[in-house]
């Protein structure tokens, strides 16, 4: 399973999204919602925690 969270206050923005071991649903909604805010979020996926930024693209995260 996987959430996603606003990177700026920690904000629950969506979960129980299929993680990364299922499908790519929840990388696909990280990328659909950082690119419609603007700004990153963060991805507590299967596979690891991600920095999704606005352009689609994606780094390893490290929580603030």
Do not use: F, T
Not at 21 to 42: K, L, P, S
């Amino acid at each position: 399973m996987a959430a996603i969270y606003d990177y700026e206050n920690g904000n629950e923005i969506c979960n129980g999204l299929q993680g990364s071991d299922a499908c790519d649903e929840a990388i696909d909604a990280a990328r659909g919602i950082a690119c419609d805010r603007g700004e990153d979020v963060y991805l507590c996926d299967d596979d690891g925690e991600w920095v999704v930024h606005p352009d689609g693209s994606r780094e390893a995260g490290d929580w603030k």
